[in-house]
């Protein structure tokens, strides 16, 4: 499926987004604040920590899983 709009099209609904996201902000009365890189970094650690015990675990299962049926 080919996007038929050009690129100042585009360019003009990010621009319309971006205003928008100002305008709720400021009815909800908060402040948009960029994510601090400490954040993130924490954030994207404890992802990273996740995903590698979930694949740790199917590791270890598969292994103990092929070594019971080693001698079949």
């Known amino acids: 499926m080919k996007d038929e709009r050009g690129f100042k099209e585009v360019i003009h609904s990010i621009k319309g987004a971006e ?3 100002d305008k709720f902000c400021r009815a909800a009365r908060i402040e948009r604040q960029p994510i601090s890189d400490a954040r993130l970094v924490t954030l994207l650690n404890y992802a ?3 995903l590698a015990m979930i694949m740790g675990f199917a590791a270890l299962y598969m292994i103990i899983n092929f070594m019971g049926t080693a001698g079949r």
């Open 48 to 50: 990273v920590g996740t």
């Open 19 to 21: 205003k928008d996201k």
